[in-house]
């Protein structure tokens, strides 16, 4: 069991390479839990093992509502929205109220929907690439393809013009970056919340084959509900699958007899676990965890990317392996509050990948990689920039 005055700090920092901070090894061979100090000043609970981190995401008694007194920020600001600062934002709900939106949306993430998709997906990827081949023999893979592909599937999706990706993509930023002031938090989410209603208010007389006019046809939300929603889907599938693409194209490229292979994708997902602090709770009531009595008002955070290089659970875990099966890792977390939007995310990445070595196979980076900028800075991890030649 953890002694409780033997505090660490945290958030910790990525190495220079982006795998999980060193720390997580030494935290996973301790007894119990890590009790943590975060930036904030409060003290929380660390949870690494794989076991744990799956218990904790399922266990009643664990709740993901920022509501609850004691629930955990990793940045001295922002942190997960409280539902009645903007409602819809459903991931900070529990069952039953969670259920609701979920249920309305979950059709429409299927494992066959996302196939009917993959058609639009292709054209976005071939699109972008177009416009790479286009401009010359050099690009910045990140602001040129990584981060424009998963914004306009997602824009599409909730019926958003293109156009105004920028518009959102300067917004998110805002929002993911741990140092970003309440002032700029709280005026980027005004803005977003505010475009999507003036939305929300066309799709209402003109509805679309969309998820915002799905939304407003199941009945069962609020014009606020909706507009949080829409909110946190363009977030979702705009920042995670963004990342999760940059770093497997350095990956792939530094190691490509793994091109073209379908199971880069699900490695590439457990190796980076790119959210790996997202998924916060705070104990309700009392409840035991690894061996660790964690009281009622006690923050938590399950730490995936810990869990995901787990070798009691992922042998050579620290190796990048697609011949392993990886398909039981918690990228997308775990339980009710599982990333609704995973399928959407892997045909994305599988999509991206194989498109862009086929039709540029001398792909090369233009920086060595101990020169590429990560986000060690963000909520989610990632690079900044992806200088790339051919």
Request: charged content about 25%; some cysteine; proline content about 7%.
């Amino acid at each position: 069991m953890s002694n409780p005055a033997q505090l660490v700090d945290f958030p910790l920092r990525r190495p220079g390479q982006p795998y999980p901070p060193k720390q997580y090894a030494d935290f996973r061979s301790r007894e119990g839990l890590v009790w943590s100090h975060m930036p904030t000043g409060a003290k929380v609970w660390l949870v690494t093992k794989y076991d744990d981190v799956r218990a904790v995401l399922t266990d009643p008694r664990i709740s993901s509502s920022p509501r609850h007194e004691g629930f955990p920020s990793v940045g001295r600001t922002g942190g997960v929205p409280n539902p009645d600062q903007v409602p819809g934002w459903f991931v900070a709900l529990d069952p039953p109220d969670h259920d609701r939106f979920r249920k309305a949306l979950i059709p429409e993430f299927t494992v066959r929907r996302i196939r009917e998709m993959r058609p639009s997906i292709q054209e976005v990827v071939d699109h972008r690439i177009d416009g790479l081949l286009a401009a010359g023999s050099e690009a910045d893979l990140v602001h040129d393809f990584t981060s424009a592909v998963p914004s306009l599937v997602i824009s599409a999706l909730l019926g958003v013009p293109h156009v105004d990706r920028d518009f959102f993509e300067a917004r998110i930023r805002l929002l993911v970056t741990m140092s970003s002031t309440h002032d700029q938090r709280d005026q980027a989410t005004r803005e977003i919340l505010r475009y999507l209603s003036r939305l929300i208010l066309v799709k209402q007389k003109r509805p679309g084959d969309d998820l915002i006019s799905v939304m407003l046809a199941s009945g069962t939300m609020s014009l606020q509900e909706i507009s949080g929603a829409a909110m946190l889907l363009l977030i979702a599938g705009q920042e995670t699958t963004a990342n999760n693409m940059a770093l497997g194209m350095v990956t792939l490229l530094l190691n490509p007899q793994w091109i073209g292979d379908e199971r880069a994708v699900e490695e590439l997902l457990r190796y980076y676990s790119v959210a790996d602090m997202v998924a916060l709770r705070v104990a309700v009531e009392d409840v035991e965890i690894g061996g660790q009595l964690i009281k009622a008002g006690e923050g938590i955070v399950p730490l995936v990317a810990a869990a995901n290089h787990d070798s009691g659970v992922f042998e050579r875990a620290g190796d990048f392996d697609p011949s392993r099966s990886a398909r039981h890792h918690v990228a997308f977390g775990y339980g009710v509050h599982q990333c609704l939007g995973q399928h959407l995310v892997r045909a994305e990445l599988d999509i991206a990948y194989r498109t862009l070595f086929e039709r540029i196979p001398k792909l090369e980076l233009a920086v060595p990689v101990e020169e590429l900028a990560f986000k060690y800075d963000g909520v989610v991890f990632g690079l900044d920039s992806l200088p790339v030649r051919w």
